[in-house]
Each structure stands twice: as structure tokens, then as C-alpha cells.
């Protein structure tokens, strides 16, 4: 055990796995095996806790928070579960588990809003001209699911708390976090600008990062009364 003191913060011995992230990566993985197990019987998870666009026959207002746990394939929860750890893991033990899950949950829901903004410019423009019966059922096939918005808001943090914290690419050469978290963003930014057709959220991403800035940006000045 052991006591620190560092930019206002008191930590207060040290764990690679913290009940937050040890909870979400319980959480997520029983929401996968769930929503594969369901499948087979013909029940599609998704279709209740998946983030539909607001006017889609199956939106519901939970689903700003259900949509984090949801993951589209193996490998979609494996590398967004993976980056929730490495990442997640220190800035729990520096903030404490409840600041650590206040910010996880409000970068999770940014990047819902966010994303949500965003598909109304883009419904708008895809569903111009369409019969109104075509512009729904366009409308009612989008969904977005992943806990990607958090984690991305979970690296922001990261970059601004341990900036000069070296993080190695591929475990060739090491780049300082703060800039790794920049080139991550530009790329995001880029992606999905151009309207990449990949599949990926790239805005959710986005919004993530930038409701943990302005989170972050908050509570340094103004402090927090969450302990």
C-alpha cells in the first residue's frame, strides 16, 4: 500500500485490475455471451440495446447507455475490452473509482449524442426524395453499438493525465501519450470527414474524446465533489 499525492489527487494503493474496470469488462463480456446465446433463439439483443437514431421504430431513451455494452463481433469487444484495461486501469487507480466511473459513463453517453448529431445531417441528406415509407425503413436499419466512445474518452484522459507516459506502437519504438492521443484524434477526425464507408462511428469516437476534454477541463477548474 501506498499514498500519493499528485495534481490535487490522493491515490491510494495500486491495482491492475480496479473493480471499475474489473465490473465493465465482466459487464461487457456477459452482454456478448448474452447476446450471442439469445441469437440462436432468435432474440436480437441489439434490437433493444443497440443505439437506434432517435425517430427509428426501435429507439428507446436507455439505449444512450445500453449501446456501451453491446459489441458487434468477437474481436470489436476484444480490442475496445483490451484498451478499457490498458488504459482504463491506471487512471482509476489516479482518480479513484468513482470519478473513474462518472467519467466513463458521461464520455459513453457524449459520444451517443454526438454520434446521434451526426446521423441527423447524414438522414437528411441520404433521405431526401425518398417516399416517406423508405426513408423510415433507412432510418430504422441504423444502429450503433460498442463501448468505443468511452474508451476513446478513456485515451483523451490518459494523454492529458501521464502526457509524457511512453506508449510503444506495435512494441517497436515508444511515442509519448500526449502525442499518440493526438494522432489518434486527427485520424478519427480525418476518417470521418471523409465519410469512410467502414462501418466505424468515427464521430462517437470523436465525441468521446471531446466530452472528456471538456470534463477534465471542468474539474481542473472548478474541482469535483465526487471522492
Known sequence: MYQQQSDNYTIR???????????????????????????????DLT??????????QDFYPWQFITYMFMHGNFSHLFFNMFALWM???????????????????ITGVGAALIQTGVLALEI??????LPPFAAQHYINQIVTVGASGAVYGILLAFGMCFPNVPIFLYFF????????VIIYGVIELFAGIGGTADGVAHFAHLGGMIFGLLLILYWRKHGSRIR
Open 13 to 43: 494503493g495500486f491495482s491492475f485490475l480496479p473493480p471499475v474496470v474489473k465490473n465493465l469488462l465482466i459487464l461487457n463480456v456477459l452482454f456478448f455471451l448474452a447476446d450471442v446465446s439469445l441469437r440462436t433463439r432468435g432474440i
Open 47 to 56: 434490437q433493444w440495446l443497440g443505439l437506434h437514431y432517435i425517430t427509428a
Open 87 to 105: 488504459f482504463g486501469y491506471a487512471l482509476e487507480n489516479y482518480w479513484g473509482s468513482k470519478r473513474f466511473l462518472v467519467y466513463y459513463l
Open 124 to 129: 437528411r441528406g441520404m433521405t431526401q426524395g
Open 173 to 180: 519504438f515508444p511515442i509519448k501519450a500526449k502525442w499518440f
